[in-house]
């Protein structure tokens, strides 16, 4: 089946530092989503992207979707200890079933 | 602003004994979702509906779990007999159509010893 891939699964930065996440799919994707799920919580819906290379932007917070549309990364500008939680994204490939990647925690210190 | 909700939040039941789970989605959502969530993984599909039908339930393991959703509204997720590796969080979402943005309810954690 689907494999969906995130590295790395454990980041600890500075508040102010940036943080990166990376989604990788065994398969060409119809579409990407993620999620924040903070400790303790659900997952919560953040951003979908649809297109080949497309790149969305809330806040401080960057998506892109690759060209061959099998990756796709998440950026976080100048983290805030709000930031602290898992990432996930989230892939649709065939039939609409929507697969989770492996997540990536994210904590920050100030 | 509407919510899916799950009952119950949280459960512990011995091995080899049933457990239910009650998963009410948000008005007019018609696809809705069964997740499991171990601790420190991402949440795997166990069943995904589509108003009234099962739509993928590959992942489901059917000599124990049985999930109905008998007038594609709220759902119920059975376990019979539970084992000591199905604690986890068991998480309800549903999406106004299959290719759209999950809400997800607060889950119900299962224990079992």
């Known amino acids: 089946g689907q494999q969906v891939m995130q590295i790395p699964q454990y980041q600890h930065v500075q508040e102010g530092e940036d943080f990166t996440t990376y989604c990788n799919s065994s398969t060409t994707l119809s579409n990407i989503q993620w999620y924040k799920q903070r400790p303790g919580g659900h997952p919560v819906f953040l951003i979908q992207l649809v297109k080949s290379g497309e790149v969305k932007k809330q806040k401080r917070l960057t998506f892109q979707f690759g060209e061959a549309k099998k990756n796709s990364s998440l950026h976080i500008t100048a983290t805030q200890t709000t930031d602290v939680g898992t990432y996930f994204c989230?892939?649709?490939?065939?039939?609409?079933?929507?697969?989770f990647g492996t997540g990536t925690r994210l904590q920050v210190t100030l | 602003e509407a919510e899916v909700a799950q009952s119950p939040r949280y459960k512990i039941t011995e091995k080899s004994q049933a457990v239910a789970f009650w998963c009410d989605p948000i008005s007019g959502h018609a696809t809705l979702y069964w997740y499991r969530q171990i601790l420190g993984q991402g949440p795997e599909l166990l069943v995904q509906f589509q108003d009234e039908s099962v739509v993928d339930d590959s992942q489901l393991p059917k000599d124990r779990f049985s999930a109905e959703r008998l007038k594609g509204v709220d759902s119920t997720l059975k376990i019979q007999p539970a084992e000591l590796g199905d604690s986890a969080m068991y998480l309800c979402a549903s999406s106004t159509r299959g290719t759209g943005e999950l809400f997800f309810g607060e889950g119900s954690r299962l224990t079992v010893l």
């Open positions: 989230a892939a649709l490939g065939t039939a609409s079933k929507l697969t």
